[in-house]
Nanobody, 125 residues
């Protein structure tokens, strides 16, 4: 069972940057995607970005393309989400997760997702 521990959330002004980290342990054999969902108050949970453990391919939801970058450090078993040019609309709890790519893309749900504990990102002046 994969365990996910997140860090890096906080308060930042519009236009600022944050970097989220997610340390993973307890890997099992097989390919999956790892990344972040986010949920703002009063809104549905949204897949933000993910990266494939097999080939490193990435996905970003349209609203963050060009601003967010997901990466992985295999040696540290850690992924990162570099968030630049942050907007108030990015304010949410960000949850690191593993699961199928289609779930991150918002094309369906899965009960096989592993969840991190979540970290608050607040973008406000």
């Amino acid at each position: 069972q994969v365990q996910l521990v997140e860090s890096g959330g906080g308060l930042v002004q519009p236009g600022g940057s944050l970097r989220l980290s997610c340390a993973a342990s307890g890997f099992t054999d097989g390919y999956y995607h790892i990344g972040w969902f986010r949920q703002a108050p009063g809104k549905d949970r949204e897949g933000v970005s993910c990266i494939s453990t097999s080939d490193g391919s990435t996905y970003y939801t349209d609203s963050v393309k060009g601003r967010f970058t997901i990466s992985r450090d295999t040696a540290k078993n850690t992924i990162y989400l570099q968030m630049n040019s942050l907007k108030p609309e990015d304010t949410a709890v960000y949850y690191c997760a593993t699961g199928p790519r289609y779930a991150f893309m918002g094309l369906g749900t899965s009960d096989s997702i592993n969840w991190g504990q979540g970290t608050q990102v607040t973008v406000s002046s």
